[in-house]
């Protein structure tokens, strides 16, 4: 299957709706004249949105989460296509690119370990399904319903490796209504965005629902030597959808989606190991060996739930299956060998997910809901070092071209993993008065991760050409993990008024361990991560619920982080434990109407962090890995990916013109300045920015249809994406965020 599957279901999606298009007028037309007998109209107030942080259907003003939630108009609006893209918009989110990857921090808490043995700490749901492998966090973000962004461990309802929070992505689902929506946006760098969908009821008891999107844009990096462009996007990506009501209490559904991604992708700047360069507009630099990034991918989802057993119950079965190959190419040329190089990824996960969750009725006295979940990933490893051509004296032609190892591997991992997570879990909440609600959970899981395989350095091709051929060290890669571990949660949460939550809460978050093999020593094992978090917070509205003020504090003590350090005699970089660590800070989120179309919106967060003691009480040690390593005490240092101060916000006012409405925004971001590394150099240092936006929508009264005229970044701010000291390749290496970008969308909804 390729990127055709897509632009055939947005071509089907217009057809199939057509007939259905005075259907859906119709019923807008009513909802429109329900609205009018009631008084309620949209500019009545704020609205309240739907969440299911809870794993129930509720009010986000009423649930004791700290969290923001997004809605699929907002993230189109703001041009929010990717969970890369969600750190320009909200203060407590950092997402880092990771050479064809990426990982999510929240609140500081982050696992920069992108291999095929790491976790996410910040794991990403697409409608209740996880996957582990980064690369593939770029699609999904289309036809959706809302993003919720939840903050904190989420252990006890949403698995193990939630210890800084979830990003849980929430697709439309078929509806009883036909109707058809897309959009077409236009921009520089060429770019061209392309989203469609329809939802198609062929009666009360089956709908379906296609939706399909095309990203592409050309390189905002042009790579001199190579003369390329990176930085890129070419993504496509379609989805069909099921939904069926057989009987009365029996809800059915299922979705198939298909990705392909086939661009450069994310490229690097290098200079000189421990030296920051002068990066000007970052928008030209040399590589010396292509970039490529290609990923296929094939996700089926299926839920079935039915409500109508004995004593109000509810049971619901989730599942699904996922199937990403990822085939991934870095330049890797560096000063340390006559080669210009390439790193080599390629993964093939195949995994699975099944839920089975029971409850009652969420509005009782008591609510409970329990459940059964497994995961399983099965995931296959063909990467290396790679010579694409040797240089100077080496190079074809040269005096010692009979020295070359061009076209070889220096170093070759061939590895097979299964991970493998089981977990028994359940919560319930009891109103012990009718304002008092007292909320308590708790889960077990059951971990385990094994590998098989083993890696091949090839000296000649890795070190030096003068080796002799055929010089090969093995390294069995074996490494074997098994692990259990309980989480809890409980929570008070107090409504003294029908706008004001007030809510305290503690949970104990866990982020499996796994093992370390970096191709020159054997596996040593890491124990998991443990997080004890304390919050409090407050959700209100004020002035006729025109006015939002939500704030939350929190304590976080952090035990076992997982970073990387050298280990000898074979001084390579792994994960591993070196020691605990605090957090606190706080949070702010505002929202406000004034006048008959104006609003601002004002989100804020504070952090603090900083490394303690490791497991026996002393300071913490971390050995780079340079060669020779050298220690460091990072004891007192700052955590990774996380700036004492985020701030973010926007104003916007809509003016009646003719039938319908012109609405000017600005909005911006706000960072201070925070490190990519537990070693808080300097050149590795995100500087404190400012980033801004600006767009002009006409919507008609009908609000069929819209066009949006927007610059994004419209100072051109360089604003770093990711900073590391590569000891492999003796070089820095920086990567960037979008540049300025601008152009015009123009939507409809019918």
């Not at 509005?363 to 040797?390: C, P, R, W």
């Not at 591997?409 to 008065?433: E, H, M, N, R």
Request: hydrophobic share 35%.
């Amino acid at each position: 299957m390729n990127r055709s599957f897509a632009a055939a279901l947005m071509i089907g999606a217009s057809t199939l709706a057509l007939p259905h298009v005075a259907m859906a007028q119709g019923a807008a037309q009513g909802a429109a004249q329900d609205a009018a007998a009631t008084g309620a109209s949209s500019e009545d107030g704020l609205k309240e949105i739907i969440v299911t942080a809870t794993r129930a259907e509720t009010s986000a003003q009423k649930t004791a989460v700290a969290l923001t939630v997004y809605t699929g108009a907002d993230l189109a609006e703001k041009g929010i296509a990717t969970v890369q893209a969600l750190s320009a918009i909200d203060p407590s989110v950092n997402v880092t690119s990771a050479t064809g990857a990426a990982y999510v921090a929240v609140r500081g808490v982050a696992s920069t370990d992108v291999t095929e043995v790491g976790d996410p700490s910040v794991p990403i749901a697409r409608d209740g399904f996880y996957t582990n492998r980064s690369f593939s966090i770029g699609t999904s973000m289309y036809d959706i319903a809302r993003v919720e962004v939840l903050k904190g461990p989420q252990g006890t309802l949403n698995g193990r490796n939630s210890t800084g929070g979830l990003v849980s992505i929430i697709t439309n689902r078929p509806g009883k209504d036909a109707g058809t929506y897309g959009s077409i946006e236009v921009g520089n760098y060429n770019a061209l965005n392309v989203e469609a969908g329809a939802n198609v009821p062929v009666n009360d008891r089956l709908q379906f629902r296609i939706s399909g999107t095309h990203r592409q844009h050309d390189g905002y990096r042009k790579l001199t030597v190579i003369d390329d462009r990176g930085d890129d996007d070419n993504t496509t990506s379609g989805r069909i959808q099921m939904a069926a009501q057989p009987v009365d209490g029996l809800k059915l559904w299922a979705s198939y989606q298909h990705d392909d991604i086939h661009a450069v992708g994310d490229v690097a700047l290098t200079s000189a190991l421990r030296t920051r360069p002068d990066f000007g507009d970052a928008k030209s630099f040399p590589n010396y060996a292509p970039t490529s990034n290609r990923l296929k991918g094939d996700r089926v989802r299926w839920e079935a739930s039915y409500d109508r057993l004995p004593g109000d119950l509810t049971l619901t079965y989730a599942g699904g299956y996922d199937h990403q190959t990822w085939n991934h190419r870095l330049d890797a040329t560096g000063p340390g060998y006559p080669a210009n190089r390439q790193f080599i990824q390629g993964e093939d996960p195949r995994t699975w997910n099944h839920e089975v969750r029971i409850n009652n009725d969420a509005n009782g006295k008591v609510f409970f809901q329990a459940g059964y979940f497994h995961f399983q990933e099965d995931n296959t490893i063909d990467s290396g070092l790679y010579n694409v051509e040797m240089t100077g004296l080496f190079a074809p032609g040269g005096p010692l071209a009979d020295h070359s190892y061009a076209g070889q591997y220096g170093i070759k991992f061939d590895y097979k993993i299964k991970t493998k997570s089981d977990a028994v879990f359940g919560q319930v909440a009891v109103k012990l008065a009718e304002q008092l609600k007292l909320s308590l959970g708790g889960r077990y899981t059951w971990d385990s991760k094994v590998r098989t395989g083993s890696a091949n350095l090839i000296i000649g091709a890795l070190v030096s050409p003068f080796v002799p051929p055929f010089v090969t060290v093995t390294t069995d890669g074996a490494g074997n993990m098994k692990h259990g571990e309980a989480t809890w949660h409980a929570g008070l949460d107090y409504t003294p008024t029908s706008n004001t939550l007030l809510y305290a809460k503690y949970d104990r978050g866990y982020k499996a361990g796994g093992f370390n093999s970096n191709g020159s020593g054997a596996s040593v094992d890491y124990s998991p991560e443990k997080l004890d978090a304390f919050e409090i917070g407050t959700k209100n509205r004020f002035l006729g619920n025109r006015l939002q003020v939500n704030a939350a504090a929190f304590y976080f003590d952090y035990k076992g982080y997982q970073a990387s350090q050298t280990s000898c005699p074979t001084c390579s970089s792994g994960i591993f434990n070196v020691g605990s660590a605090k957090i606190y800070g706080a949070e702010l989120q505002t929202i406000a109407l004034f006048g008959e179309g104006g609003r601002i919106d004002f989100n804020a967060a504070y952090l603090h962090t900083r490394f303690g003691k490791d497991v026996n009480g002393n300071d913490i040690v971390v050995v780079d890995g340079d060669n020779p390593p050298s220690s460091f005490n990072i004891t007192g240092n700052r955590l990774p990916n996380a700036p004492s101060l985020s701030v973010s916000g926007g104003i916007e006012y809509a003016f009646p013109v003719g039938s319908g409405k012109l609405t000017p925004r600005i909005d911006g971001k706000y960072s201070s300045a925070f490190y990519y590394s537990v070693f808080n150099n300097s050149d590795t240092q995100s500087r404190p920015y400012a980033t801004g936006n600006a767009s002009l929508t006409y919507e008609p009264e009908n609000g069929q249809w819209s066009v949006t005229a927007f610059v994004r970044n419209f100072t051109d701010k360089v604003v770093l994406a990711n900073a590391q000291r590569n000891f492999v390749s003796n070089l820095n290496t920086y990567q960037f965020q979008p540049p300025r970008t601008w152009g015009v969308r123009f939507g409809w909804k019918i």
